[in-house]
């Protein structure tokens, strides 16, 4: 009887599935904020009384630099860990999760102040306020996702897994956060635009 020494392997994962993973993600993201957005600009033409005036709050300038700030940071990081400089990455990484905290609170905090700060009257005044504060907090579900995949990546920063060779995850991580940076300023810029 002939036995067989055949040895599995498991299969190495290549970066480039979780990027392309990651972009397939990204792109289903874009299509939920577009329509929301699409529905936005729909509902605020609508909406009857041009006197319906939706005042952003202060905060959202602040959350906006923040958000910035984290896209720097997290480019920062992955520029330094290619080149192999894993005291400067940790830096801007560390950095990235303060300005991520920042924007999160801006965020919340402008997002209170949007919803106390309009007294709808009339139905179509419902609804342009509503939509804005269902595309603030939809905005906002998405950071809590950020933050996890920004903590999970700090955790294993600090463990020091990255080098220049094996560093897709933080690309993966930058990449999202520069998504939730672009979101961010569309969505304010249709707020400012359609009226």
């Known amino acids: 009887m002939l036995r067989s020494s055949l040895t599995m392997v498991p299969a190495r994962r290549e970066p480039y599935q979780d990027k392309l993973g990651m972009y397939l993600?990204?792109?289903?993201?874009?299509?939920?904020f577009f329509t929301a957005l699409l529905g936005y600009a729909v509902v605020r033409s609508v909406a009857s009384g041009p006197s319906i005036r939706l005042v952003l709050p202060s905060d959202f300038v602040g959350a906006t630099l923040a958000l910035i700030a984290v896209s720097v940071a997290l480019h920062l990081a992955v520029s330094n860990i290619r080149r192999e400089r894993h005291r400067h990455f940790r830096r801007w990484l560390a950095a990235a999760v303060a300005a991520s905290a920042l924007f999160f609170v801006l965020q919340v905090t402008g997002m209170t102040s949007l919803l106390s700060a309009h007294h709808a009257t009339s139905p179509g005044e419902i609804r342009v306020f509503g939509f804005a504060f269902f595309l603030a907090g939809l905005h906002a579900v998405h950071v809590l996702g950020g933050f996890g995949l920004l903590g999970w990546v700090a955790v294993q920063g600090l463990r020091g897994v990255y080098?220049?060779?094996?560093?897709w995850p933080v690309d993966i991580?930058?990449?999202?956060?520069?998504?939730?940076?672009?979101?961010?300023?569309?969505?304010?810029l249709t707020f400012w635009v359609v009226r």
Not at 173 to 188: K, P, Q, R, S
């Open 25 to 32: 993600f990204l792109a289903g993201l874009v299509l939920v």
């Open 163 to 167: 080098d220049h060779e094996r560093h």
């Open 173 to 188: 991580c930058a990449t999202y956060w520069h998504f939730l940076d672009g979101v961010w300023i569309v969505m304010l």
